[in-house]
């Protein structure tokens, strides 16, 4: 148990659904990012949020929508997502951006059918 | 953020060999990360080394730092069936967040 929890843990939708990914930290840090993984690419950084304001974009598609209500909460809302966006999505928050240290949720297990 | 590039891709040895990730940047580093993702898990952090040329140990993990800084290896001594999963390097933190390689999946036969 890292600190980091995400919701839901498995999620099937299809491609005009809309649905939402929940991260919670516990840990009282001050950033939190999202990163993608899928079995042919490495762990790819989509977002980063720090003290609430998004500090990184990595041309993620816009079908993909951060949100950070506060420092411990993260969200990826996702609408109209194509099969190839099926992937582990993890969450991960640490101290600042400066400590680069990260804590990992568990993951959203993302099927777009 | 640049890249880091990661071998071997797989590794299998039998339990009670030792084991060796390497990972290599063509730029100078200010620091690089391990963490291991169990199978079915997600990333732990392991270690994060700072200083040319530095050595840590965690019991039977070393991690080094090259003198350069744009090298890094981990190895683990007499691997056990716990120590399966794959071990990521990581460059970078603050705002570009970590650039991750793509892992060295550790299999291990009893």
């Known amino acids: 148990e890292t600190g980091v929890t995400q919701t839901p843990r498995h999620l099937v939708m299809g491609m005009t659904n809309k649905k939402s990914l929940k991260c919670e930290q516990h840990?009282?840090?001050?950033?939190m990012y999202w990163y993608k993984q899928s079995a042919k690419k490495p762990l790819e950084l989509m977002f980063v949020?720090?003290?609430?304001?998004?500090?990184e974009n990595n041309s993620v598609p816009s079908r993909f929508s951060p949100e950070c209500p506060n420092s411990s909460h993260l969200f990826l809302h996702l609408h109209t997502l194509q099969p190839e966006d099926s992937a582990l999505y993890l969450c991960?928050?640490?101290?600042?951006?400066?400590?680069?240290?990260?804590?990992f949720g568990p993951g959203t297990r993302l099927t777009v059918t | 953020g640049q890249q880091v590039m990661q071998i071997p891709q797989y590794q299998h040895v039998q339990e009670g060999e030792d084991f060796t990730t390497y990972c290599n940047s063509s730029?100078?580093?200010?620091?690089i990360q391990w963490y291991k993702q169990r199978p079915g898990g997600h990333p732990v952090f392991l270690i994060q080394?700072?200083?040319?040329?530095e050595v840590k140990k965690q019991k039977r993990l070393t991690f080094q730092f090259g003198e350069a800084k744009k090298n890094s290896s981990l190895h683990i001594t007499a691997t056990q069936t716990t120590d399966v999963g794959t071990y990521f390097c990581?460059?970078?933190?603050?705002?570009?967040?970590?650039?991750f390689g793509k892992g060295t999946h550790l299999i291990i036969q009893p």
């Open positions: 991960a928050s640490s101290q600042d951006l400066l400590r680069g240290e990260q804590y």
């Open positions: 840990l009282g840090h001050n950033a």
């Open positions: 949020y720090s003290l609430e304001e998004r500090v």
């Open positions: 730029t100078t580093l200010s620091n």
């Open positions: 080394l700072v200083k040319s040329g």
């Open positions: 990581a460059r970078g933190g603050g705002a570009d967040g970590l650039t």
